[in-house]
Structures are given as structure tokens and as C-alpha cells.
């Protein structure tokens, strides 16, 4: 039942920003872990970001210093704010939750363009 609905995808150009957002709506109770994947053109499915209790963060090397997770607990939601964005960011992006039942739920996720 639960369902994650993602917003924030589109085409930037090479140096510019963006965020996306994922909220969980149903009958979910408690999200131990929200995080971010990608899925470029060719390539295997990356993971990119994960936020934790205790507003504990983690992040893919090919992304640190660049992009920030952060989250909304009480509306169920996660976002990832994506800055100096480059050409090898393109990707279709993928939110997921865990739950308190180490339950995994994903978007349906959102295309992000960046052009050179």
C-alpha cells in the first residue's frame, strides 16, 4: 500500500542545481532508512545517498562533497539537493525507504539531464 512519489527531475546545464523530493504516502509506520539511487545509460543501478536515525548521512565518493540528502521524518520524506551538477549525473534517480520492518519501497524515479 505504501507508495513513494517522487518531483524535481529535469534538465539543467553543466554547474547548476537541482532537488529532488520523494514522499511516502500508506500505510507505512516507521522508515529506518530513506537513501537515493541512480541509473545511467548503459550502466548498473549506483547508489548515491542514505539517511539514517540520528540524521546520519552517507554518500557515494563520485558524489560527495556535491550533493545532500536530508529528510522530513514527520511527512515521510527525503530529498536530494544536487549542486555543480555534471554531464555524468545524468541518470534516471530512484528514491527508497526502508521501514521498521526492513521492508524496502521504491519510486518510480525521475529523470535528470545535464548538459554540457
Known amino acids: 500500500q505504501v507508495q513513494l512519489v517522487e518531483s524535481g527531475g529535469g534538465l539543467v546545464q553543466a554547474g547548476g542545481s537541482l532537488r529532488l523530493s520523494c514522499a511516502a504516502s500508506g500505510s507505512i509506520t516507521r522508515v529506518n532508512a530513506m537513501g537515493w539511487y541512480r541509473q545511467a545509460p548503459g550502466k548498473q543501478r549506483e547508489w548515491v545517498a542514505i539517511i539514517t536515525t540520528g540524521v546520519s548521512t552517507n554518500y557515494a565518493d563520485s558524489v560527495k562533497g556535491r550533493f545532500t540528502i536530508s529528510e522530513d521524518n514527520a511527512k515521510n520524506t527525503v530529498y536530494l539537493r544536487m549542486n555543480s551538477l555534471k554531464p555524468e549525473d545524468t541518470a534516471v534517480y530512484y528514491c527508497?525507504?526502508?521501514?521498521?520492518?526492513?521492508?524496502?519501497?521504491w519510486g518510480q524515479g525521475t529523470q535528470v539531464t545535464v548538459s554540457s
Open positions: 527508497n525507504f526502508v521501514d521498521g520492518r526492513n521492508y524496502n519501497y
